[in-house]
RNA sequence: GUGGGUAUAGCUCAGCUGGUUAGAGCGCUGCACUGUGGCUGCAGAGGCCGAGGGUUCGAAUCCCUUUACCCACCCCA
């Protein structure tokens, strides 16, 4: 454990079930989310600065005190991607994807960078799947999007009973700048009754106050003024046929009016998918919602958009704390030895040949004996050994081992791949 | 950015109030079984006890510094 040349703090690599984790999970995302008609999209891991100030919003912590940011050789700022809506905005602007009001449906998956202190469910780099559907701003896309997270939670192995899925709605321009000014002056009429920072978010995110976890300023809060009171009509309406869809499809939910997402791109429908177990103080697996003012914010048209994300080392440990496990995978239906070093010729190219008729098969390249060849064909968990042998090599035929029943057979290399019904 | 904890073999960890060649289990390699895996028995390899400094006749053990990791605050996925 020298510390010489460790990964950079808050990194990790991904070995073992992590890696296989990750590869499951971006499998499943992929066929999932490919049902729905979404195809994958992949942007760069660092963008212009800006991008991420006027997208993100310059008051929130991720760009405000969690952007890696560096200049380059040729003077430009740029920032490792805290997240990926911007980027996949701004590819579509450029691209011209959503022109004459089409739409666009694109899913992602990779590595967000923030500069925080690790714990448990928190890294600096840590990966995101994530889904964006662009250019749609009907009830029924938020309602797909929500139950598609969903579907690929309860895809992937997690208990649905052990999710919890919360929904609410920020409003939009017409609503929203109205109950802000509400909560601000909340807050400012009980502020000696509130902490520090509640009172420091009165000028700048009213909202997130919504979020503090201290008691005592929850318990004032229980008593603010709720935007589920106060939306306009059109978004009141908008969020009625979201859970109405929800509840149709079967998929449960939670109203959560203080569920407020610290970006502030988000509009009206906001949800985020929280465990209890295995995530430390984290709970939240994935979160997303409607950003409907992004497009503009970035010097496209206006055009509605709307997506989430999820994290993959957290989804990782909820899915462990439900017992699932990512067992080592390999593939190997026969292992190839010999009793003599005469015939390593002879079984290196069994093996390759039975390789490219898509036969998964190990053969020995470290010289070792017999009795260690068997060894690691019973690690591998191969299905049958093939041995080259004197006895029956003089009759040109090689023996076959069917690993669980102890059978053998002979026949020759050639018929090796018939023998074992591959 | 602010706290608390931990650091000994590839992995999980013992090592009491300082005492001589630093241990166990698992894993790995070999042998018993020279042409047949799992089980068993035996043997072996693998450690500058995170790093640097100090106290001491003597430090994995005590003190200081440092680094890394973990956990929590905060924030978010």
Redesign the pocket.
Known sequence: ???KY???????DLIGAQARGWEFLTTTAREVFSHYGYEPLYTPIFEHTELFTRGIGEA???VGK?MYTFEDKGGRSLTLRP?NTASVVRAAINANITANGQAAKLYYAGP?F?Y?????????Q???IGAEALGLNSPEADAEMIIMLWHFFCQAGIPADSMRLLVNSMGDGACRPAYRDKVAAFIKEHGDELCE?CNA?ANTNPL?AF????PSCREVFASAPLLKDELCDECAEHHARVLSLLEAAGVPYVEDPTL????DYYTRTVF??QVDNG??????????GRYDGLFESLGGKPTSGLG???????TLLALEASGVTFEDGSSIDVYVAV??DLYRDEAFKLATELRRNDVGALVDVAG?????Q??????A??RY?V?F??????QGKV?V??????E?RLVAPSEVQEAIGA
């Open positions: 454990m020298a510390d460790t990964a950079p703090k808050g990194t990790t929130t912590d991720v969690e997240e967000m923030r925080e202190r690790p714990q448990k469910g928190r890294q600096r840590f990966y995101q920072e978010r997130r979020d503090c976890k201290n407020v997402r610290g970006l985020e998918v995530l430390g103080s984290q709970n939240a697996i994935g979160g997303g989430f994300a999820l994290g993959f080392e957290r009793a003599d070792k004996s017999l009795k260690a068997f060894k690691q064909a019973d690690h968990s191969a050994t041995i042998a004197p006895d029956e090599y003089a023996v081992r069917n690993m669980a029943t102890k053998e």
